[in-house]
Nanobody, 128 residues
């Protein structure tokens, strides 16, 4: 059984940084793409970023591009999301996700159905 556990959320002022972590267990972590989604209060869940199994490719939503950086450490079965220059509109619950694919093309990464496994989420609140 695949389990994903997020950590690193919190309350920060606008302009600050946070680094989210997600630890996976239950299968060979290094074989599969990882990603992050988020859901703000009253809004639909949205794609944030994805990284391929080998870290050879990654993609981001337009709203976080140039501010967020996704990375992974296959030895630690962990994926990270470095969030810089945070804005109040980044306030959301952030979910770590994984799929049965090695790479998820940017054109389809927004499709939540591709992401088979989801963590419980970690709350990020950015004050203005």
């Amino acid at each position: 059984q695949v389990q994903l556990v997020e950590s690193g959320g919190g309350l920060v002022p606008a302009g600050d940084s946070l680094k989210l972590s997600c630890t996976a267990s239950g299968r060979a972590f290094s074989l599969y793409a990882m990603g992050w989604f988020r859901q703000a209060p009253g809004k639909e869940r949205e794609f944030v970023s994805t990284i391929s199994w080998s870290s050879g490719s990654s993609s981001y939503s337009d709203s976080v591009k140039d501010r967020f950086i996704i990375s992974r450490d296959n030895d630690k079965s962990a994926v990270y999301l470095q969030m810089n220059n945070l804005k109040p509109e980044d306030t959301a619950t952030y979910y770590c996700v994984t799929t049965d694919l090695r790479v998820v093309p940017e054109s389809v990464a927004v499709d939540q159905a591709l992401w088979r496994y989801w963590g419980q989420g970690t709350q990020v609140t950015v004050s203005s």
